[in-house]
């Protein structure tokens, strides 16, 4: 079997698996459905993976590559305080916009095994919130920003632009929103969500 060939095949898998599993969760999905999304027999699906627990894994750990980068950036770089909620609630809303299974993905995983998130944390990629922290403080010393513990700062920005892709069909039940209404309430949330923060915080 041709490289070229391997990786296209575990892409159809990878692919076919991020479905099943949105749709059905851990427990619902079957690997024959999941070979059967990806257009090949059982026995190449466990070739690739032994079992539906690594699969699951292979494909929650893609997701979080995914998403883990973006946040990084925006956490380290050198900007103020008030670039860096401007620039990461744009950045994530664009991002989810994209990929929009992705939360839910990442929530499902987490519910049904919390132990499995300490293995990822371990990891490079994970996102890490010392310099932010510690331009909350000076900030905060400095006069710029009211006195808050930047993990609180933190939580808000994070719930704010996660809860609403999370919890989507209720925002729309409750907004009577379509789709594409939905995207473009979310396009909005980019400065409604930054405003709030920033206005909510600055000195």
């Known amino acids: 079997m041709s490289k070229k060939k391997e990786v296209t095949t575990e892409t159809q898998i990878l692919e076919a698996a991020k479905h099943v599993f949105q749709n059905k969760g851990m427990d619902g999905a079957r690997m024959q459905e999941i070979a059967d999304e990806a257009k090949i027999n059982k026995a190449m699906l466990h070739y690739y993976y032994r079992s539906k627990q690594l699969l699951f894994e292979a494909v929650f750990k893609n997701a979080f590559l995914l998403l883990a980068p973006q946040l990084n950036k925006v956490l380290n770089d050198d900007s103020s305080i008030e670039d860096k909620i401007r620039n990461f609630t744009s950045n994530y809303i664009s991002f989810i916009n994209k990929h929009p299974y992705i939360p839910n993905f990442i929530i499902q995983e987490l519910n049904r095994n919390p132990n499995f998130i300490s293995n ?14 510690k331009q909350v403080e000076i900030e905060v010393q400095q006069g710029i920003l009211k ?4 993990e609180q700062l933190f939580i808000h920005l994070l719930a704010l632009n996660v809860f609403p ?5 209720l925002v729309k039940a409750f ?15 980019k400065k409604e969500v930054a405003d709030f923060i920033i206005h909510s915080i600055k000195a």
Not at 120 to 133: C, G, L, M, V
């Open 147 to 150: 006195p808050i513990a930047a």
């Open 120 to 133: 990822i944390s371990e990891q490079a990629i994970f996102p890490n919130i010392d310099k932010f922290k």
């Open 165 to 169: 892709f999370i919890a989507k069909p």
């Open 175 to 189: 907004l009577h929103l379509e789709d594409k209404d939905f995207k473009q309430f979310m396009e909005s949330r």
